[in-house]
C-alpha cells in the first residue's frame, strides 16, 4: 500500500525558513501532480502550490515570492521550501499526490507554527 510520509514542520520565528518533504513509499504509485495544502485553525483546507511532472508550478498568491516547490520524480518526493514565514502561514500541512489514474492520497499532516 502507498503512503505518504511528510517531514520537516515545526515552530519557527516569523521571517524565518523551513523546508517541508514527503515522499511516497513505493515507485509503482505513477505521480502526476503533487501538492501542498494547508488548513489553519476554523478554516477550510487549501491548495498552497501545485507541481507536475514536467515541473510546471502553481503557487497560491498569499505564497507567491516566498515558497517554493521542487519534486525528485526518481525518488518520488515533493518539496516545499518556505522563506519568510509569516504568523499567518500557521497551519496543518498535507502532502497530496494525484496519479495518472486518477488515484488521490493524503499525507497525515505536519504542522507549521509561525511565532516569536
Known amino acids: 500500500q502507498v503512503q505518504l510520509v511528510e517531514s520537516g514542520g515545526g515552530l519557527v520565528q516569523p521571517g524565518g525558513s523551513l523546508r517541508l518533504s514527503c515522499v511516497a513509499s513505493?515507485?509503482?504509485?505513477?505521480?502526476?501532480?503533487m501538492a501542498w495544502y494547508r488548513q489553519a485553525p476554523g478554516k477550510e483546507r487549501g491548495l498552497v502550490a501545485s507541481?507536475?511532472?514536467?515541473?510546471?508550478?502553481n503557487y497560491d498568491d498569499s505564497v507567491k515570492g516566498r515558497f517554493t516547490i521542487s519534486r525528485d520524480n526518481a525518488k518520488n518526493t515533493v518539496y516545499l521550501q518556505m522563506n519568510n514565514l509569516k504568523p499567518e502561514d500557521t497551519a496543518v500541512y498535507y502532502c497530496?499526490?494525484?496519479?495518472?489514474?486518477?488515484?488521490?492520497?493524503w499525507g497525515q499532516g505536519t504542522q507549521v507554527t509561525v511565532s516569536s
Open positions: 497530496y499526490v494525484k496519479g495518472y489514474t486518477g488515484r488521490e492520497l
Open positions: 507541481i507536475t511532472t514536467g515541473d510546471y508550478t
Open positions: 513505493r515507485n509503482s504509485f505513477s505521480i502526476a501532480v
